[in-house]
Antibody
Framework: EVQLVQSGAEVKKPGESLKISCKGSGYSFTSYWIGWVRQMPGKGLEWMGI????????RYSPSFQGQVTISADKSISTAYLQWSSLKASDTAMYYCARGRGVFRWYFDLWGRGTLVTVSS | DIQMTQSPSTLSASVGDRVTITCRAS??????LAWYQQKPGKAPKLLIY???SLESGVPSRFSGSGSGTEFTLTISSLQPDDFATYYCQQYNSWTFGQGTKVEIK
């Protein structure tokens, strides 16, 4: 089955670090881009950035550049989204999604999401 | 940044209705537009890409049209499973529309 499986929900304190994961299976993981999308509680979708696991080429939305780090380990078909110092405003659902296209991507396969809660 | 404006924000409709959602871009995006459906507690699902191409497995009652700055998603005959929130996404750069919630009238 073609799928993206995301890591489980996290509860963290402000200032803590976090790395969440997204594992692809059922397709050639190194042949498609993987994007990350944020959805804050009750709000819309925001495109954070995208990585090509084949060579780790990474692009960030200007709104998220410097705020998060996207990485991938192609040996285990897994992409990551990480924060070095969380803020309460990082509380959101985070989706990974497979990007289709050539440097212009829409998302044809989505993970179920990882809920991140940041609270003191 | 290219801004995407969806209208309406909320739409009340009945089963069997023809429903149209509009997405306007602040500048031309050619046909680099996708539409997604999201149900509560679920991940978004791709419906339409390249403005008018139907994703495999998506019912044919969904259709998309437009180019440049104005786009529409049409549901020809609304079904009970279609009550959800719909988002457009321009992929000339990075943005989604703010969403349109389709509610039961």
């Amino acid at each position: 089955e073609v799928q993206l499986v995301q890591s489980g929900a996290e509860v963290k304190k402000p200032g803590e670090s976090l790395k969440i994961s997204c594992k692809g299976s059922g397709y050639s993981f190194t042949s498609y881009w993987i994007g990350w999308v944020r959805q804050m509680p009750g709000k819309g979708l925001e495109w954070m950035g995208i990585i090509y696991p084949g060579d780790s080429d990474t692009r960030y939305s200007p709104s998220f550049q410097g705020q998060v780090t996207i990485s991938a380990d192609k040996s285990i078909s897994t992409a990551y989204l990480q924060w070095s110092s969380l803020k309460a405003s990082d509380t959101a659902m985070y989706y990974c999604a497979r990007g289709r296209g050539v440097f212009r991507w829409y998302f044809d396969l989505w993970g179920r999401g990882t809920l991140v809660t940041v609270s003191s | 940044d290219i801004q995407m404006t969806q209208s309406p924000s909320t739409l009340s409709a009945s089963v069997g209705d023809r429903v149209t959602i509009t997405c306007r871009a602040s500048q031309s995006i050619s046909s680099w537009l996708a539409w997604y459906q999201q149900k509560p507690g679920k991940a978004p699902k791709l419906l339409i890409y390249d403005a008018s191409s139907l994703e495999s497995g998506v019912p044919s009652r969904f259709s998309g049209s437009g180019s440049g700055t104005e786009f529409t998603l049409t549901i020809s005959s609304l079904q009970p499973d279609d009550f959800a929130t719909y988002y457009c996404q321009q992929y000339n750069s990075w943005t989604f529309g703010q969403g349109t919630k389709v509610e039961i009238k």
